[in-house]
């Protein structure tokens, strides 16, 4: 009987950890940010579609600053022009 409990209480805590892997996957959590842009896109909601553009835009020009401060921290800076 004892068997049995830990059994379930091991598959149990497997799931959970499943789950929680899952929610900070950033796969997942990309796909549901899209799933979102997409149903305000379908329901006409221009002000959700466009906050959500504008934010990725955002990230992205982060991401870009960040590339940029890094190579030329480590002297990459490539020549332009």
Same mark, same amino acid.
Do not use: C
């Given at each position: ?5 830990? @059994? #379930?209480?091991? +598959?149990?805590? &497997? &799931?959970? +950890? *499943? +789950? &929680? ?6 796969? %997942? @959590?990309?796909?549901? *940010?899209? %799933? @979102?842009?997409?149903?305000? #896109? +379908?329901? %006409?909601? $221009? $002000?959700?579609? =466009? =906050?959500?553009?504008? $934010?990725?835009?955002?990230?992205? !020009? *982060?991401?870009q600053k960040l590339k940029d401060n890094s190579n030329r921290s480590n002297g990459? !800076?490539?020549?332009?022009?």
């Open positions: 009987m004892i068997k049995a409990i830990l @059994q #379930i209480v091991n +598959k149990l805590l &497997f &799931f959970l +950890k *499943r +789950k &929680f892997k899952k929610s900070d996957d950033p796969l %997942e @959590q990309h796909k549901k *940010r899209y %799933e @979102q842009i997409d149903k305000d #896109i +379908k329901s %006409e909601d $221009s $002000s959700k579609a =466009t =906050t959500n553009a504008d $934010s990725d835009l955002n990230e992205w !020009e *982060r991401l990459n !800076e490539s020549k332009k022009g």
